[in-house]
C-alpha cells in the first residue's frame, strides 16, 4: 500500500486525511501521549483494517477518541456523575474511560465487549483530525503489536509505512506512554492502566480508586484480564530486557560487570557506566522518563542490543506508569544483584525521621544514624582536620584538637565558606557511610535505612535503593522542633524557613509516609515493608 506522508501542520493535508477516515481508510497520527493509528469507529469494516495492520489480536477492543464532549453520550449507555467530573478535570488529556457501550458502537471496535473506552486527547492535531473526519475515531497506539509504542513520527514510519493509507507527522508526544485507563462500568472506579494522569489524581476526584492486579503484576495463567490488552506481550524490542531493582551505585556496577550488554539507565548512572548506554531520563524526573522510555526502547533496537539492563524507575506518580511499561517490556524479569535494599529516610526537619526510624529498627532493619557519623571522629580524622585547617585557618584546630565552634562560625559565615566547609566533609561522610552499609550487609542485616539530613546534598543517594520520605503538616513540625530542642517559636519558623521545602523530599520519593499516631505510622509503613521483604526481588519476581 502507498502511504501518504502528511504534515498536521498543513489545513489541506489534514482534510485530506480526514476523508480518507470518511471513506473508511485508516490514518496514523499525533496525540498528547503516543501516536495513534485511526478509523471510524462507527464503521466495523474500517476498523478491521486496523487489527490487520497492527496484527492486533480482535479481542483486544480500542480506545474511541472524541473532540467534543457532545460525542460522548450517544457512544454510551449513559454517564454517570464520577465520569462527568473526571471529564471536567482531566478532559482534553491523557486519560480513558470506560463506561457500558451504546449500540451505535460496533462489536469490532469493543472487542466483543459490552463497554467502551472514550478519550478526548488534548493535542491540537488530534482535534482537527477527528473533526475533519466529522465522526469519533477508534485508535490504538500504532505499533506492530507487541512493539513499543511510537512517539515520534520517524518510529512511527517505521511501523506502519506501507500498512496505513495516510500517516500525519505532529513532532514528538510530549506524554510518551499511553492515557490512563480507569473504568467506571463496575461497582466501584478501577485503574486498569497508569499514564498521564496519576493515581492520586485520579483519587483526588474520586476517592479511593481501587489498582488492578495486572498494572504491577504478572497476569496468571486462566485468569481473566479486566483490559484484555493485558495479557498480551507488550512493548519489546528485539533485545531482551531486565530490569536490575539497585541504587545507582549497584546498578552500574552490575552493568559493568557485564560486558557487551547496553544499560538502559538514569541520567545519574552515566558518569558511573562503561559499556554502551542510553538514559531515559533523571532519576527524580517520572514525566522526562515517561517522554524518552518507548523511543529509547525503539533505538535500542536500532543500535542492535542484543542484552538490556534497565534502571527501575520509582514508582511513584507517572512513575507508575513508566513502571508498568518497562516490567512488560522485560516480560518481567527483574533483578536484585546483592538482595538488599538501602533505603534513604528523608523529609524536613521535624517530621519525625527518627521516629519512622525506630518503628523500621523494630521491624528488624538496621538504622544508620548518618547525623551522628556526620559529627564522629571517623569523619574528623586527622587528614581532615588538616585540610579544615588549611581551608579555615590553623587556629580552627590547636593542637590538633577541633576546635568545633570556631569551626562553625567560620565555616557558615557565608555560603561559600559552607561549600568549601562540605567540599571537605562530604567525601569523607559518604565514605563512612558506606563503610556502615557495608559492615551491616555483612552481619547478615539486609535492608538498611539511612536517616540521613543530607541525603541528597552529599550524594548519599547514589547509594540508596529507595528514598522513603516523612512528612508532617508544618504546625506539628513547628511543634517537634520547639519540644525537642528546647527551640522558642520564633527560632523554629526560622530554622524551617532555611531549609528545603517539602515538596523537595516529596519530588524525590518513592514513597510518602505522613507522621500520624503511631499505630496509624505503622499502618502507613506497611506496604513499604511489605515490598522489600528480601527474597521478594522487589514488587514482581
Ligand atoms: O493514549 C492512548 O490511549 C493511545 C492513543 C492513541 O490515544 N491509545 C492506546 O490504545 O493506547 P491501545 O489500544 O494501544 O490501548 C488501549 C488499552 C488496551 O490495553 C485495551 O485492552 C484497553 O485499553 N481497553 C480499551 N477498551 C477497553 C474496555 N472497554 N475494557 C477494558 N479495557 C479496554
Ligand atoms: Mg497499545
Same mark, same amino acid.
Request: glycine share 8%; proline share 6%.
Given at each position: 500500500?502507498d502511504?501518504l506522508?502528511?504534515?498536521?501542520?498543513?489545513?489541506?493535508?489534514?482534510?485530506?486525511?480526514?476523508e480518507?477516515?470518511?471513506?473508511?481508510d485508516?490514518?496514523?497520527?499525533p496525540?498528547?501521549?503516543v501516536?495513534?493509528?485511526?478509523?471510524?469507529?462507527?464503521?466495523?469494516?474500517a476498523?478491521?483494517?486496523?487489527?490487520?495492520?497492527?496484527g492486533?489480536?480482535?479481542?483486544?477492543?480500542?480506545?474511541?477518541?472524541?473532540?467534543? #464532549?457532545s460525542?460522548w453520550?450517544?457512544?454510551?449507555?449513559?454517564?454517570?456523575e464520577?465520569?462527568?467530573?473526571?471529564?471536567?478535570?482531566f478532559?482534553?488529556?491523557?486519560?480513558?474511560?470506560?463506561l457500558?457501550?451504546?449500540?451505535?458502537?460496533?462489536?469490532?471496535?469493543s472487542?466483543g465487549?459490552s463497554?467502551?473506552?472514550?478519550?478526548?486527547?488534548?493535542?491540537?492535531?488530534?482535534?482537527?483530525?477527528?473533526?475533519a473526519?466529522g465522526?469519533?475515531?477508534?485508535?490504538?497506539?500504532?505499533?506492530?503489536?507487541?512493539?513499543?509504542?511510537?512517539?515520534?513520527?520517524?518510529?512511527?514510519?517505521?511501523?506502519?509505512?506501507?500498512r496505513a493509507?495516510?500517516?500525519?507527522?505532529?513532532g514528538?508526544?510530549?506524554?510518551?506512554?499511553?492515557?490512563?485507563?480507569i473504568?467506571?462500568?463496575?461497582?466501584?472506579?478501577?485503574? #486498569?492502566?497508569?499514564?498521564?494522569?496519576?493515581?492520586?489524581?485520579?483519587?483526588?476526584?474520586l476517592?479511593?480508586?481501587e489498582?488492578?492486579?495486572?498494572?504491577?503484576?504478572?497476569?496468571?495463567e486462566?485468569?481473566?484480564?479486566a483490559?484484555?490488552?493485558?495479557?498480551y506481550?507488550?512493548y519489546?524490542?528485539?533485545?531482551?530486557?531486565?530490569?536490575v531493582d539497585?541504587?545507582?551505585e549497584?546498578y552500574?556496577?552490575?552493568?559493568?560487570?557485564?560486558?557487551?550488554?547496553?544499560?538502559?539507565?538514569?541520567?545519574?548512572d552515566?558518569?558511573?557506566l562503561?559499556g554502551?548506554?542510553?538514559?531515559?531520563?533523571?532519576?527524580?524526573?517520572?514525566?522526562?522518563?515517561?517522554?524518552?522510555?518507548?523511543? *529509547?526502547?525503539?533505538?535500542?533496537?536500532?543500535?542492535?542490543?542484543?542484552?538490556?539492563?534497565?534502571?527501575?524507575?520509582?514508582k511513584r506518580?507517572?512513575?507508575l506508569?513508566?513502571?508498568?511499561?518497562?516490567?512488560?517490556?522485560?516480560?518481567?524479569?527483574?533483578?536484585?544483584?546483592?538482595?538488599?535494599?538501602?533505603?534513604?529516610?528523608?523529609?524536613?526537619?521535624g517530621?519525625?525521621?527518627?521516629?519512622?526510624?525506630?518503628?523500621?529498627?523494630?521491624?528488624?532493619?538496621?538504622?544508620?544514624?548518618?547525623d551522628?557519623?556526620?559529627r564522629?571522629?571517623?569523619?574528623?580524622?586527622?587528614?581532615?582536620?588538616?585540610?579544615l585547617?588549611?581551608?579555615?585557618?590553623?587556629?580552627?584546630?590547636?593542637?590538633?584538637?577541633l576546635?568545633r565552634?570556631?569551626?562553625?562560625k567560620?565555616?557558615?559565615?557565608?555560603?561559600?565558606?559552607? *561549600?568549601?566547609?562540605?567540599?571537605?566533609?562530604?567525601?569523607?561522610?559518604l565514605?563512612?557511610? *558506606?563503610?556502615?552499609?557495608?559492615r551491616?550487609?555483612?552481619?547478615?542485616?539486609?535492608?538498611?535505612?539511612?536517616?540521613?539530613?543530607t541525603?541528597?546534598?552529599?550524594g548519599?543517594d547514589?547509594?540508596?535503593?529507595?528514598?522513603?520520605?516523612?512528612?508532617?503538616?508544618?504546625?506539628? +513540625?513547628?511543634?517537634?522542633?520547639?519540644? +525537642?530542642?528546647g527551640?522558642t517559636?520564633?527560632?523554629?519558623k526560622?530554622?524551617?524557613?532555611?531549609? +528545603?521545602?517539602e515538596?523537595?523530599?516529596?519530588?524525590?520519593?518513592?514513597?510518602?509516609?505522613e507522621?500520624r499516631a503511631?499505630?496509624?505510622?505503622?499502618?502507613a509503613?506497611?506496604?513499604?515493608?511489605?515490598?522489600?521483604?528480601?527474597?521478594?526481588?522487589?514488587?514482581?519476581?
Amino acid at each position: 500500500m502507498d502511504t501518504l506522508l502528511l504534515s498536521g501542520d498543513h489545513k489541506n493535508d489534514m482534510e485530506r486525511a480526514g476523508e480518507l477516515l470518511r471513506c473508511g481508510d485508516i490514518v496514523g497520527f499525533p496525540t498528547e501521549t503516543v501516536y495513534g493509528l485511526a478509523a471510524n469507529a462507527l464503521d466495523p469494516e474500517a476498523v478491521k483494517k486496523i487489527f490487520a495492520a497492527k496484527g492486533r489480536p480482535v479481542d483486544n477492543p480500542l480506545i474511541v477518541h472524541i473532540a467534543e #464532549l457532545s460525542q460522548w453520550a450517544p457512544l454510551v449507555r449513559e454517564i454517570p456523575e464520577a465520569a462527568r467530573r473526571l471529564a471536567e478535570r482531566f478532559w482534553p488529556g491523557p486519560l480513558t474511560i470506560i463506561l457500558e457501550k451504546s449500540d451505535l458502537i460496533p462489536m469490532e471496535t469493543s472487542g466483543g465487549l459490552s463497554t467502551v473506552g472514550v478519550r478526548f486527547p488534548a493535542h491540537p492535531v488530534a482535534q482537527a483530525l477527528i473533526c475533519a473526519a466529522g465522526v469519533p475515531l477508534a485508535a490504538p497506539s500504532a505499533n506492530r503489536s507487541g512493539r513499543p509504542s511510537p512517539t515520534t513520527f520517524s518510529h512511527l514510519r517505521e511501523d506502519m509505512e506501507g500498512r496505513a493509507a495516510a500517516l500525519i507527522d505532529g513532532g514528538d508526544c510530549s506524554v510518551g506512554v499511553e492515557s490512563t485507563v480507569i473504568t467506571l462500568a463496575g461497582d466501584r472506579p478501577k485503574l #486498569l492502566r497508569p499514564g498521564g494522569i496519576t493515581l492520586s489524581q485520579l483519587e483526588s476526584v474520586l476517592g479511593e480508586v481501587e489498582v488492578d492486579p495486572a498494572v504491577l503484576n504478572r497476569l496468571q495463567e486462566g485468569t481473566q484480564a479486566a483490559s484484555p490488552g493485558m495479557k498480551y506481550k507488550h512493548y519489546s524490542p528485539r533485545a531482551e530486557v531486565t530490569l536490575v531493582d539497585a541504587s545507582p551505585e549497584e546498578y552500574s556496577n552490575y552493568v559493568n560487570q557485564n560486558p557487551g550488554c547496553h544499560a538502559l539507565c538514569l541520567e545519574e548512572d552515566i558518569p558511573y557506566l562503561i559499556g554502551p548506554y542510553l538514559s531515559f531520563g533523571g532519576r527524580y524526573n517520572g514525566a522526562e522518563q515517561a517522554r524518552l522510555l518507548f523511543s *529509547r526502547l525503539s533505538q535500542l533496537d536500532e543500535l542492535g542490543a542484543g542484552r538490556v539492563y534497565a534502571h527501575m524507575p520509582s514508582k511513584r506518580g507517572i512513575g507508575l506508569a513508566v513502571y508498568n511499561r518497562l516490567i512488560r517490556a522485560a516480560g518481567f524479569s527483574v533483578i536484585n544483584p546483592k538482595n538488599h535494599f538501602v533505603v534513604g529516610l528523608t523529609g524536613p526537619s521535624g517530621a519525625g525521621k527518627s521516629t519512622v526510624g525506630k518503628l523500621l529498627q523494630k521491624a528488624g532493619w538496621a538504622v544508620i544514624d548518618c547525623d551522628a557519623l556526620t559529627r564522629s571522629p571517623e569523619v574528623y580524622d586527622s587528614q581532615c582536620v588538616l585540610a579544615l585547617q588549611s581551608a579555615f585557618g590553623e587556629d580552627i584546630a590547636p593542637k590538633g584538637e577541633l576546635d568545633r565552634r570556631k569551626l562553625a562560625k567560620r565555616a557558615f559565615a557565608t555560603p561559600e565558606e559552607k *561549600r568549601r566547609l562540605e567540599e571537605i566533609t562530604f567525601p569523607r561522610i559518604l565514605a563512612a557511610v *558506606r563503610r556502615e552499609i557495608e559492615r551491616n550487609f555483612s552481619q547478615g542485616k539486609q535492608v538498611v535505612a539511612l536517616d540521613a539530613p543530607t541525603l541528597f546534598e552529599a550524594g548519599l543517594d547514589a547509594s540508596c535503593t529507595r528514598i522513603l520520605t516523612v512528612t508532617a503538616p508544618e504546625a506539628e +513540625r513547628l511543634a517537634r522542633i520547639q519540644r +525537642r530542642d528546647g527551640m522558642t517559636e520564633e527560632e523554629a519558623k526560622l530554622r524551617l524557613s532555611a531549609q +528545603r521545602e517539602e515538596s523537595f523530599y516529596t519530588d524525590r520519593a518513592d514513597y510518602v509516609v505522613e507522621n500520624r499516631a503511631e499505630g496509624e505510622l505503622l499502618e502507613a509503613l506497611a506496604p513499604v515493608l511489605q515490598e522489600l521483604q528480601i527474597g521478594n526481588g522487589g514488587a514482581c519476581s
